[in-house]
């Protein structure tokens, strides 16, 4: 299975005999599941609609949603200002003036023109095909936000590959380094047992002891493999794994400085670094997937 990133886009666009709309989802990379919605005044029973959709449908991430919503016919109605013509009626008497009804109403203030609101939240129908529509929305979001997750894959697995080569190549590396690192213990213990310094047999047991650790890094070898295993088997899972591969680059980095800082070999340092190097490659691209 594919990953999915958080990064994404999409718009749908619906209509009826009374209103057309457009919904549009934008996602970025969040660390749980945001939603900010901007919905038309009056329109505010969608908000329980919106937030249970999205919920079902995304597990992480910033979203911006919006909803655009429009009368497919502006309805309009004509209302006079009875108050108002009758002191205009009344203001041409006084002027010895015939009342001309027609022009009267074309004075401005007289008839009085609103626009209908259309207010049909409460529509099962209207409310049953906007919700219909802004499922779509999301599952085109989802499409996105999946095409975006698949080349992050392809990244991800390129970077996994180079973690296990340079794996394998301190592995060798730690194999034949058991001779020089005898040869060197030995110049150590030598210093270790001069007379002249008088160390004791607790303090010569503690110094062998420190020696023998710092060369051994075996163990940190073991554990970057494993890792290198996990990461694949996340990486090809199922659900939203985003937080366990981040989790999982925590655990590479510790290992990668651990035999960093155990290394006494120039060749093994390099790849010590070159594996950090490696993992913050990982680490990055890890961020954006959900």
């Known amino acids: 299975m594919a990953l999915s990133s958080m990064t994404g886009y999409a ?12 919904w549009e989802v934008k996602s970025v ?4 599941l945001d939603v900010r919605m901007r919905i038309p005044n009056g329109w505010e029973r969608l908000d329980p609609i919106v937030r249970g959709l999205v919920q079902k449908h995304i597990k992480r991430g910033n979203l911006a949603l919006s909803l655009e919503l429009n009368s497919v016919k502006n309805q309009q109605s004509m209302q006079v200002n009875q108050a108002f013509l009758d002191e205009l009626i009344a203001s041409c008497k006084e002027n010895g003036q015939e009342a001309n009804i027609s022009q009267l109403l074309s004075v401005r203030g007289v008839v009085e023109v609103s626009e209908d609101k259309q207010d049909d939240c409460d529509d099962e129908e209207v409310l049953k095909s906007l919700t219909s529509s802004l499922e779509d929305a999301l599952l085109g979001l989802k499409d996105n936000r999946a095409d975006e997750g698949a080349r992050t894959q392809v990244v991800l697995e390129a970077r996994v590959d180079e973690i296990e080569e340079l794996v394998g190549k301190a592995e060798k590396i730690s194999a034949i380094q058991p001779v020089a690192l005898a040869e060197r213990m030995k110049a150590q213990l030598d210093e270790i047992l001069d007379p002249s310094r008088q160390i004791t047999e607790d303090r010569m047991a503690q110094e062998v002891a420190i020696l023998i650790t710092k060369a051994d890094v075996r163990e940190e070898l073991d554990r970057l493999g494993a890792h290198v295993i996990a990461a694949r088997e996340l990486m090809n899972g199922k659900g939203a794994v985003g937080r366990k591969l981040d989790f999982l680059c925590q655990e590479f980095n510790r290992e990668a400085n651990t035999l960093c800082s155990k290394s006494s070999d120039i060749d093994l340092t390099k790849i010590g670094l070159a594996l950090k190097s490696a993992i913050d490659q990982f680490r990055e691209q890890t961020a954006n997937i959900e």
Request: glycine share 18%; no cysteine; aromatic share 12%.
């Open 11 to 22: 718009r749908m666009a619906g209509g009826d005999d009374v209103f057309s709309w457009v």
């Open 29 to 32: 990379n969040g660390k749980a």
